[in-house]
């Protein structure tokens, strides 16, 4: 099979699983794959860039695991910490022994360490997606830790040594862009920036995600909230969102969308109280009228 | 370096590899950061069969150029002028972007800076060439924030945020090794070890309750003082992490809790809001009024013995005096520290003589400048101990 086609298979499996994948992003995940390099995903909140790593799982048939970032993540919470209290406690069962190697040999063994995301996704014994969550939230010395990981899959632990990845897990990074991630980071990555889709792909989106909806709903629906975006409000709806409203409108058995089921359902894709009031004092009629 | 690279892929037809290794020498030339490591792993990767079609060979070249967002539009036109024609780039651009970084452009606008000011008066160019430095970012730390010419505020807010992200880290550290473990305490270890059929597996100490302190900016928003106000307050959210509360009020003739604002969004869009919306931004000031207003209605529930409020105004005050002594007699009263930033203590010959900053002086715990980078980041002290 041919580059061309395995990206075109890629396209069509996506479909299945309800993303509806760009060739360019296709041919990402295709060098991802090929190249068994790190892709990195950035855009603004709500695009689907952990959705990509959910497919992704699925079309390899295998699991995802998920490090969500936070500041303040360090390595006992991302990559292994040795259990304790097992460690204790074996020390007293091994009171009597008198060899000092060999308790250490023994409360030093890998079934000693609790291993957290990045550890598990490279002893996991078939190769699985690892998502590495907003990674611009970790603090910028995180990242030296992910470095290594990410450019030869393996983890050194001092008491045990190095541990190689028996299959390279295919990695996605995500970041929302609140911090600038550092270079070493960005080089060993494929980069793209997923941007908010077009008329056409966000109805084609809507309907794949939720296929009881009205065609003509999902235009109307994708009308407004492409106008939103527009309009520089605090927090811009993403696809997320989209297809929130689009699931409230389903739910209120609304068929068509008009000022009256906007004004109520508004909350659905705004989220914040000021964009809310500026949208209905400003705005409501105006996009009523687009919809007409 | 290029046959190295070259060599190590076979397979691919001569002329094609040639052609992406040139591309990518073009692309460094011209910006983008690609190095060696980038050029092996496009061949590789055209070897898989990408150079197929031309859009997919385009988004392989893009995914494995680019780092940022900001790099994206810039690969498109070295991939368009690469493709089409090398030569008419480089005529049609006159200045080619190298390998410069943000500082060293800094330092080159720093260079023009006394030519290009010389229309805003004498003053101006007097203060630029009397700070001392080694080199131009140096100098931006030393300038005066309301000198800071509209070119150089992207990299001096870049030096700016790189400095403040320093000293928070700094005092992260700082704040670590002040508490460390302290004595075990034995109730709780006893209790958690029962389970464990009284093996003491998990230590339980006590540690000093960590209190935060509570800040309370008092902001002039007046003619001068709004892009010092302006640059505080981003210092001062930096900090956040550190503080149980921050807490901001504008004024100039009339006070305004801008709390809200800093809560609600991220800062950059704060800022924007807040300056849109303080209706007496840049006007004259009233400061006795307003903190005696800030005396009556919010001090009360922001203020207690472990907070400290600053103060930043020129102490230039149109109302009456004996309105300001007592409104600072009373903040003093009701807060552990009273800081006023004065940016005009900055200049040199200043003396506190106007008559609403030498009536409030006496109740002054800290009075300090903070008009440049480098005085901003000495606040740091100030911050941390009390």
């Not at chain 2, 002039?220 to 001062?236: A, E, R």
Request: charge should be neutral; hydrophobic fraction near 40%; include cysteine.
């Amino acid at each position: 099979m041919t580059a061309k086609d395995e990206i075109a298979a890629l396209v069509v499996e996506f479909e299945k699983y309800g993303y509806v994948l760009s060739e360019e992003l296709a041919t990402i995940l295709f060098l991802n794959q090929k190249l068994e390099k790190p892709v990195l995903l950035e855009g603004n909140p709500g695009v689907g860039k952990t959705a990509v790593a959910k497919c992704l799982a699925s079309h390899h048939q295998t699991d995802l695991i998920r490090l969500q970032c936070y500041e303040g993540l360090d390595v006992n919470a991302a990559i292994y910490e040795w259990n304790y209290q097992k460690q204790l406690l074996n020390i007293k069962i091994m009171e009597n022994e008198t060899d000092r190697h060999a308790v250490s040999r023994e409360i030093f063994g890998m079934e000693f360490l609790l291993q957290r995301p990045l550890l598990q996704s490279i002893t996991s014994p078939k190769p699985v997606v690892l998502l590495i969550d907003e990674v611009d939230r970790a603090d910028e010395e995180f990242e030296a830790f992910l470095l290594e990981i990410l450019s030869d899959f393996q983890i050194s632990i001092p008491e045990v040594g190095t541990v190689v990845a028996h299959h390279k897990p295919f990695v996605i990074l995500t970041s929302n862009r609140t911090r600038e991630l550092s270079d070493a980071l960005k080089r060993r990555c494929l980069y793209h920036w997923v941007d908010y889709p077009d008329f056409k792909k966000e109805v084609q989106i809507l309907l794949k995600s939720l296929p009881d909806l009205d065609e003509n709903l999902a235009r109307q629906v994708v009308l407004v909230v492409q106008e939103l975006r527009d309009m520089k409000l605090n927090k811009s709806p993403g696809i997320a969102e989209s297809i929130d409203w689009a699931r409230t409108l389903l739910a209120l058995d609304s068929l068509t969308l008009d000022k009256l089921t906007m004004e109520n359902s508004l909350g659905a894709v705004l989220k914040s109280q000021d964009d809310i009031r500026k949208v209905k004092t400003d705005h409501l009629t105006r996009l009523a009228d687009l919809i007409n | 370096m290029t046959t190295d690279a070259v060599s190590s892929q076979p397979s691919l037809a001569q002329n094609s590899r040639d052609a992406i290794t040139r591309f990518f020498r073009f692309a460094r030339q011209h910006g983008l950061s690609v190095g060696l490591g980038e050029t092996e792993m496009a061949l590789e990767a055209a070897q898989l069969g990408l150079m197929a079609r031309p859009d997919h060979f385009k988004y392989m070249l893009r995914c494995i150029c680019c780092g940022t967002q900001a790099d994206l539009p810039v690969f498109e036109e070295i991939y368009y002028y690469f493709w089409t024609g090398e030569q008419e780039y480089k005529k049609s651009k006159v200045t080619v972007r190298d390998d410069r970084t943000p500082a060293e452009d800094a330092r080159a606008s720093l260079i023009l800076m006394g030519t290009s000011q010389k229309g805003r008066g004498n003053e101006e160019n007097q203060e630029a060439k009397n700070m001392s430095g080694a080199n131009g970012l140096e100098k931006l730390r030393k300038t005066d924030l309301c000198l800071i010419a509209a070119i150089d505020e992207p990299y001096f807010d870049e030096l700016a945020q790189k400095l403040w992200r320093q000293m928070s880290y700094r005092m992260k550290r700082r704040m670590k090794t002040g508490n460390r473990g302290g004595a075990i305490d034995f109730n709780k270890t006893i209790r958690k070890s029962i389970p464990k059929g009284g093996w003491p597996g998990e230590l339980v100490q006590k540690q000093r309750k960590k209190v935060k302190k509570r800040i309370v900016m008092l902001l002039d928003v007046s003619g001068s003082m709004d892009k010092y106000s302006f640059y505080l307050l981003k210092f001062i959210c930096v900090l956040r992490a550190y503080f149980e509360k921050i807490e901001a009020f504008t004024f100039s003739t009339e006070l305004r809790h801008v709390t809200p604002y800093l809560e609600a969004y991220e800062l950059q869009k704060a800022l924007q809001i807040i300056s849109s919306e303080v209706k007496s931004w840049s006007s004259g000031t009233r400061i006795g009024d307003c903190l005696a207003d800030f005396n009556a209605n919010y001090a009360k529930d922001t203020l207690s013995r472990s907070s400290i409020v600053i103060v930043l105004s020129d102490g230039l005050d149109t109302g009456d005096p004996d309105v300001l002594e007592n409104a600072i007699k009373g903040i003093k009263l009701k807060t552990k520290q009273l800081i006023w930033l004065n940016p005009l203590k900055g200049m040199e010959g200043y003396q506190p003589i106007q008559r609403g900053m030498s009536r409030a002086l006496p109740f002054v715990d800290e009075f300090r400048s903070a008009h440049t980078l480098d005085s901003l980041l000495e606040l740091e002290n100030f911050l941390s101990y009390v």
